[in-house]
Nanobody
Framework: QVQLVESGGGLVQAGGSLRLSCVAS????????MGWYRQAPGKQRELVAV???????NYADSVKGRFTIDRDGAVNTVSLQMNSLKPEDTGDYYC???????????????WGQGTQVTVSS
């Protein structure tokens, strides 16, 4: 089995910063892309940022220049540094990873349980 566990959410004032981290553990042969999604109350889950195993990144337009995603392949960790936070960044943030559990098998997507981020105005 594979588990993704997020940490680092919380309450912060507008303009502040938070750093989210996610650790993948369990039966892992290799990890392709890792990323973060978020879901605001009453809205659909949306992509925030993604990073490939080669370090290529992609960000939602709404967070470009404010958020930075990075990963440490040695410890199967992906992090999201969030600066200049805005109230509209409020939501549940979910870590995701495309993981191959064994050689010569197809990778599948795994999700964490989510961590809450609240930005007050």
């Amino acid at each position: 089995q594979v588990q993704l566990v997020e940490s680092g959410g919380g309450l912060v004032q507008a303009g502040g910063s938070l750093r989210l981290s996610c650790v993948a553990s369990g039966s892992i042969f290799s990890i392709n892309a890792m990323g973060w999604y978020r879901q605001a109350p009453g809205k659909q889950r949306e992509l925030v940022a993604v990073i490939t195993n080669r370090g290529l990144t992609n960000y939602a337009d709404s967070v470009k220049g404010r958020f930075t995603i990075d990963r440490d392949g040695a410890v199967n960790t992906v992090s999201l540094q969030m600066n200049s936070l805005k109230p509209e960044d409020t939501g549940d943030y979910y870590c995701t990873a495309e993981i191959r559990s064994r050689a010569y098998t197809n990778p599948r997507d795994y999700w964490g349980q989510g961590t809450q981020v609240t930005v007050s105005s």
